[in-house]
């Protein structure tokens, strides 16, 4: 499986941004797929996951402001993420799992004024 993200950038506080990735390969009819994050010097967190069958799951420091959602005919996931905040600048990584992990490259959001 590969993975191909988009979206990222330098987004002021409060701001938006909306992350992307697809999917590619010997997809399985049944997966999850996600973002995590990472910071310099720490360990990479989940921020969001969406399964085949739409069940989500955040982090709770995103809910309420980041939203999760895919298209499955496209082995596409995407993530929206409102009302930004520095704390949120990281490197996102794109996450497929069907009984092991995939990742993709990950991309930078740096959210600063």
């Known amino acids: 499986v590969q993975l191909q993200a988009s979206g990222g950038g330098l987004v002021q506080p409060g701001g938006s941004l909306r992350l992307s990735c697809t999917a590619s390969g010997s997809i399985s009819s049944f997966n999850v797929m996600g973002w995590h994050r990472q910071t310099p010097g720490k360990q990479c967190d989940l921020v969001a996951t969406?399964?085949?069958?739409?069940?989500?799951n955040y982090a709770n420091s995103v809910k309420g402001r980041f939203t999760i959602s895919r298209d499955n005919a496209k082995n596409t996931v995407s993530l929206q993420m409102n009302s930004l905040n520095p704390e949120d600048t990281a490197v996102y990584y794109c996450?497929?799992?069907?009984?092991?992990?995939?990742w993709g490259k990950g991309t930078q959001v740096t959210v600063s004024s």
């Open positions: 996450k497929y799992f069907s009984g092991m992990d995939y």
């Open positions: 969406i399964s085949t069958s739409g069940h989500t």
